[in-house]
Each structure stands twice: as structure tokens, then as C-alpha cells.
């Protein structure tokens, strides 16, 4: 019989629709249920449920999980699937040499294959966004354009090609399916999971590295991941040019090893020789990263980080022989000594970060060459910087809500350049204090530093710093109290009063709250906030100590400005009494039936420490030696010194406690601590007793 030499074969491409037409007629269905159906139940809904919500509908085309979750499961488990079952037959013996019997060379049984995946794939997305056009223009739903349902097309089609390949590629290297499926979902994550992996781990031995800069650009690697967040962010073009170019040489990849494959490796659990350690020693690299994360998340400490890396390594490593030679008899000397050959070189690979042999955790930027710093407890503010005001997911009543991205804390003033350099430079010198956060994690108040350079060249350097903040309080104290560092942290110093509607201050336990709409009363109020903002000290701005009240503020544009009314912010507290509302801004002693006072135990040696609750404040009650108070000064005065239960670690490792519950006249109850250095002298003296 004369050999085919066409692109296709029409026989194979028939075939394949015989029996597969299935999975285009089911994946069509899936489609229409998650796609157009969504959009006319959206549409469907009466007026009081939101259905001129622009972004309801839109979030549908924009593969959002809480609003797509079957879409978007669809189009990620579908195309890999396709690609497993159009190849089922080089998994199995008996099928691969049958059908590599007829006269069709591989490369056209390859192609064919490929195309008829393609057809079962796009046939369905385009009908899909066909259906959903008519259905838009139909309904005459206004939110939704002809370039909205393209653009879900585009993304759809991009996505369901290069999920597709990539199982096909997969399967070439593989002879089980159950391996080429898990294969080609690790293959898609691992430009995000090992990167992530290999960054968390990093993270461990070089102190300083900017972990949470390089976290969500790591994130993005994935196209799985990228798929999720299309709703966020829209692809760009030129990760259409990357998914595109991987489609291509993935396909190019899976046509060259399909000319290349054994027809007896059916069944192997990789058919290429020469893959074979490469997997090997990569399932073990990976696992031992991954269960090395795990227990030093779970017990922050090294000595378990090391056991998992070697847990993970010898189960990894034995397991993947399992697989490989499909027999259990694998613990012979020769693999032996391949698995001490890898513990060797991951030994001197950690001992090279260990001790810092390239020099990263010394390097300063020369700071004369330096034109800005960012400072702040995070990269969110840096990353943040560039964005517009955008409109948000929520419309409430046919107005939109928009989110103003946060200013980013990037100094420009020269003493703050050199404040946050010295610092900078100590939290450097202090590297010993890394080395003993490596070794075992502390209970202690430790605060994260992110920072960034900006240099006279345009260049950057990033640097990422968990620190003892009570260490660190003389260089960061001059930061702090700056005027730059207030403006860049605080709303209210930044903020136009001729936008402010409504000022309203609400008290903390109580319904009390005072409202001030008048202009000339709402510019005293800015103006009083401002003068106690400008004016707090480093120690009160660490004061984690509870605010007096709630203060809300109302914007012309639908946004609304929140901060705490704190107990340093005397101005503000003057003003409320020279307006007459001060007692019915916080709440105060006359609405506190009594507060009990007991000695609670050493937080050192306890991991969790509770609070007494409202439903044992009876046992309290009756417990001996506990302190009942219900004098209004005193009252007064454990209301300004308490500090939230969720703060205990703020002082805790080096004084005692003391819980304090109050009970309100209005049956309401809530709790705090009081730490030695602010304790009253009553309540120390009568525990002293």
C-alpha cells in the first residue's frame, strides 16, 4: 500500500472524530452553561439585584473564580485532557503497534492528531462566543461590547492551544497517562512553583533578599495562575507573544521526539533514556524544596528545615526509582551512592549561601549615587505606584466606587536618605541577629523592612529585612517623626477638605457617635487631626494601644478616608470638648458598670494566651485575689493604658501582664491587657500584696 504524504490523513482525522466528537460536544455544553447561560441569569435578576452592574458581567469574560469557577476549570482541565486521550494509544502496547502498522508516516499522524485537538477545542470557544454576542446584543445588554466577548475569545483560544500542546508534548516523553496528566499540570506551574520554591528557600540563608518583591511577578510565570487573574490584570501583549512562541516550539518539541520514540516504552513511566535522571533528580530537587518549606513554616526552625530537606530527598529520590524501574528492588549500591552524590552537591550548594560567598548580604549602594529610598512593611505601595484610579468590582445603586492606589513611602529629603541608610547600614552590621532568627524563630515584636533604591543611573536594589523593632527605635525614631514620612503614611495630611461631605466619629464598645457636616466645624476638625498627626512622637505613633473612637471621613467621590482618633491626639480631643460632643465621641467611665483586673500568667511560657470571655466573667468574678474596680478615675485610667489582647507580644517577653475586663452598663463586655511599664500603681499594688 503507497505510503501518505500529505499533511493530514483524512482516514485518522475521521476516525478521531468517530470517537472523540464527544469531547467538543461536551466541552460546548460546559461552555454555554458558564458562559451565555451566566449572562442572562445576571441579566435576569429584578432591578433591586444589581442588574446594571458593569463589572458583574464582566468578570464572567474575564475568567474570575468567584464568578467562573466551571469556566475556568474548563478551559484549564479540558485541553489537557483532549491531549492525553488523542494519545491514549502511545501509552498502551497493543494499540501503539497496530496503528504505527499502516502506512502514515509519525509526522502526519502527529499533525493529524494535533488538528483534530484544535477542531474539539476552538469550534466549541468560537460557537460559545457567538451564542454570547446574539445573547448581549439580543437583550441589549449596554456593559458588554463586541470587543469584550473578542478579547475572552482571544484569551480563550490562547490558553486552550498551549494547555493542549503541552500535554502533548508531555505525552511523548511518557508511557502511563496518569504521568503524562500530572506531568503537564507541574510542566504549566513549574515556571511559578520551582521559582517560588527556590525563592522561599533562598530566603532562609541570604539575609536580605527581597522575597515579597519578587513573590507576585514569580506568580505571574504560570499560565495557569496568569489565567485566574485575567480579572485583575489583562494579558499583555507580550505574554501573548511568549504563550504563542511556547505553543509553537512545544509543538515543534513534541513532533521530534514523537519521530524519535521507542513503540516499546508503552508503559514506561519515561520513555527517553537519557530524561531519566533528569526526572529523577528533579522530583527529588523539588520535593526536598518543597517539605524543607513546610517544616520550617510549621516550626521555624533550621534544624527541621534540614530534616525535611532530607526526608524529602530520600523519599523523593527512592520513589522516582520505583517509578522508573517499576519494581521495588531499587535500594541497591550503585543508586545508593547516586542518592549521596546529590546530598553532596545540595551540601555545598547550601554552604555557598550560607556564608554568603558572592558577597549579596554586604553590598550597599553608594549613597551619593542614590536619588530615593522606598521604606515601608511592604512591596505593595512600590508595586501599587503606577496604577490609575480604577474602577472597583463593587457598584452599588448605579454609582461606581473607585480605589485610589496607596501613595508609596518613597523618600526624596536628604536626612531621610541618610536616616534610612544608617538604619540600613546597622540592620547590615547586625547580621547576627539573622543568623540567630535562621536558627530558631522568636516570639518576640519584630517588624518587616522592605526597601528599595533608586539610583542617579535609573537602576534599583531591593532589600528585605524582618526585624527586632525595639533594636532598631534610634534609627528609626528621626524617620518616623518626619514630616515626609507623616505625609506619606497618613491620608488626613494629604487630604482636600473642600472634598469632605461628613465627618463622623464613632466610639469604640458603645453606640455613641457624633456627626459634623458643617464646613467651618469639618476645618477645624481637619485642621485639629492634622496638628496631632504632625505632632505624634515615634513612641506614640508604636504605641499599639486601642484609639478612643472610630473616625470616618466622606468624600465627593465615593470614597471615604479612615483613621483612628488615638489617645496622643490631644488637639482633636480639645476640640471635641471645646464643640461640646466630647462625651459622646469615646466612651467613658460612666458607661462602665465595673472592671476586673487579674494577674495573668507568664506569656513566655505559653504559646496561645486567652482572655477571660464574657461567658466565664462570673468565675472571674468570684476567683480570689482578683482586683474589682469601679472608682471613675481608675476606671479612666486603665481605659487609657490598656492595650489590645492581639498586641501581647509587644511586651510581654520581658514584663507581666495583667487582663483587665470591663463590663458596660448596656450588658456588652470587652477586654485588653495591661503590661507592667503602664500598669497603675494601684493595680500593682494590689498584686503585690
Same mark, same amino acid.
Given at each position: ?32 452553561? =458558564? ?60 494499540? =501503539?503497534?497496530?496503528? *504505527? ?118 506568580? *505571574?510565570? =504560570?499560565?495557569?495562575?496568569? %489565567? ?11 505574554? #501573548?507573544?511568549?504563550? %504563542? ?8 518539541? +513534541?513532533? @521530534? ?16 533514556? !537519557? ?46 526509582? !520505583? ?57 505593595? +505601595? ?68 522592605? %526597601? ?36 506619606? *503614611? ?12 461628613? #465627618? ?11 456627626? #459634623? ?9 481637619? +485642621? ?14 508604636? $504605641? ?17 478616608? $479612615? ?38 500568667? $507568664? ?16 468565675? %472571674? ?37 495583667? =487582663? ?25 499594688? @494590689?498584686?503585690?500584696?
Amino acid at each position: 500500500m503507497k505510503s501518505k504524504t500529505s499533511l493530514l490523513n483524512r482516514g485518522i482525522l475521521l476516525n478521531d472524530f468517530k470517537r472523540f466528537t464527544w469531547i467538543g460536544a461536551g466541552y460546548l455544553l460546559i461552555l454555554l452553561l =458558564s458562559v451565555p447561560l451566566k449572562v442572562f441569569m445576571l441579566y435576569s435578576k429584578s432591578e433591586d439585584m444589581i442588574i446594571n452592574n458593569t463589572s458583574a458581567y464582566l468578570r464572567i469574560l474575564q475568567f474570575d473564580t468567584n464568578a467562573a469557577l466551571l469556566q475556568v476549570m474548563s478551559l484549564i482541565v479540558v485541553p489537557v485532557l483532549t491531549g492525553l486521550l488523542l494519545f491514549r494509544y502511545l501509552q498502551d502496547s497493543q494499540a =501503539s503497534d497496530m496503528l *504505527h502498522t499502516l502506512p502514515v508516516k509519525r509526522e502526519t499522524l502527529y499533525r493529524t492528531h494535533v488538528t483534530a485537538g484544535i477542531l474539539f477545542l476552538f469550534v466549541p470557544l468560537i460557537l460559545t462566543a457567538l451564542v454570547t454576542w446574539a445573547l448581549v446584543a439580543g437583550l441589549g445588554i449596554e456593559h458588554v461590547n463586541g470587543t469584550d466577548i473578542l478579547s475572552w475569545l482571544a484569551v480563550s483560544l490562547l490558553t486552550n492551544l498551549l494547555f493542549f500542546i503541552c500535554s502533548v508534548a508531555v505525552g511523548m516523553i511518557t508511557g502511563m497517562s496518569t504521568v503524562q496528566g500530572v506531568l503537564s499540570f507541574i510542566l504549566l506551574l513549574l515556571p511559578s512553583g520551582l521559582s517560588l520554591l527556590l525563592l522561599n528557600n533562598m530566603s532562609k540563608y541570604i539575609y536580605g533578599l527581597p522575597y515579597g518583591f519578587y513573590y507576585d511577578n514569580i506568580t *505571574h510565570l =504560570s499560565p495557569l495562575i496568569r %489565567l485566574t487573574e485575567n480579572s485583575i490584570r489583562s494579558i499583555t501583549a507580550v505574554e #501573548i507573544v511568549v504563550y %504563542l512562541s511556547s505553543s509553537i516550539a512545544l509543538y515543534f518539541l +513534541g513532533r @521530534h521526539l514523537y519521530r524519535k520514540r521507542r513503540l516499546e516504552a508503552a508503559g514506561d513511566a519515561i520513555t527517553f533514556d !537519557i530524561l531519566r535522571p533528569v526526572f529523577k533528580y528533579s522530583v527529588t530537587f523539588c520535593f526536598m524544596l518543597l517539605l524543607g518549606s513546610y517544616f520550617y513554616s510549621d516550626q521555624g526552625n533550621i534544624g527541621w528545615t534540614y530534616f525535611g530537606y532530607f526526608l524529602g530527598s530520600l523519599l523523593a529520590y527512592f520513589l522516582a526509582e !520505583i517509578l522508573l524501574n517499576k519494581s521495588l528492588q531499587v535500594f541497591q549500591p550503585h543508586r545508593l551512592k547516586g542518592y549521596g552524590i546529590y546530598c553532596l552537591v545540595i551540601i555545598a550548594l547550601l554552604g555557598l549561601l550560607r556564608f554568603d560567598c558572592a558577597g549579596y548580604e554586604k553590598r550597599l549602594p553608594d549613597p551619593v549615587e542614590v536619588r530615593s529610598i522606598y521604606l515601608d512593611y511592604s512591596f505593595y +505601595g512600590l508595586k501599587e505606584k503606577d496604577n490609575a484610579l480604577r474602577v472597583a468590582i463593587n457598584v452599588r445603586d448605579g454609582v461606581e466606587y473607585q480605589y485610589q492606589p496607596p501613595v508609596p513611602a518613597i523618600f526624596t529629603e536628604k536626612n531621610n536618605i541618610a536616616n534610612i541608610y544608617a538604619l540600613h547600614q546597622k540592620i547590615v552590621a547586625n547580621r547576627l541577629d539573622g543568623k540567630k532568627a535562621l536558627t530558631k524563630r522568636t516570639n518576640r515584636d519584630t517588624q518587616q523592612i522592605c %526597601l528599595a533604591y533608586e539610583m542617579e543611573d535609573g537602576s534599583h536594589i531591593y532589600r528585605q529585612y524582618e526585624i527586632a523593632a525595639q533594636d532598631y527605635a534610634a534609627y528609626l525614631k528621626p524617620i518616623y517623626e518626619s514630616r515626609e514620612y507623616k505625609q506619606l *503614611h497618613n491620608e488626613i495630611l494629604r487630604i482636600n477638605i473642600a472634598d469632605i461631605n461628613l #465627618i463622623e466619629v464613632s466610639a469604640s464598645g458603645i453606640n455613641k457617635n457624633v456627626r #459634623i457636616i458643617e464646613p467651618g466645624l469639618i476645618v477645624q476638625a481637619v +485642621g485639629a487631626l492634622q496638628s496631632d498627626v504632625y505632632e505624634r512622637s515615634y513612641e506614640e505613633m508604636t $504605641d499599639m494601644r486601642p484609639p478612643w473612637a472610630h473616625i470616618n471621613i466622606s468624600l465627593k467621590n465615593h470614597r471615604s478616608v $479612615d483613621l483612628g482618633w488615638e489617645k496622643s491626639y490631644d488637639h482633636f480631643g480639645r476640640w471635641l470638648v471645646a464643640l461640646g460632643a466630647y462625651n459622646q465621641a469615646r466612651l467613658l467611665p460612666d458607661d462602665i458598670a465595673y472592671a476586673i483586673v487579674d494577674k495573668s500568667p $507568664d506569656l513566655n511560657k505559653q504559646d496561645t494566651y486567652k482572655l477571660p470571655s464574657q461567658l466565664d466573667l462570673r468565675d %472571674l468574678e468570684e476567683k480570689p485575689g482578683i482586683l474589682k474596680i469601679t472608682d471613675p478615675e481608675k476606671l479612666e485610667i486603665c481605659l487609657s493604658n490598656m492595650h489590645n489582647y492581639g498586641n501581647y507580644n509587644r511586651g510581654s517577653m520581658e514584663q507581666q501582664a495583667y =487582663s483587665v475586663v470591663f463590663l458596660l452598663k448596656n450588658g456588652a463586655t470587652f477586654a485588653g491587657l495591661l503590661f507592667e511599664d503602664d500598669a497603675p500603681a494601684f493595680v500593682k499594688e @494590689h498584686f503585690a500584696g
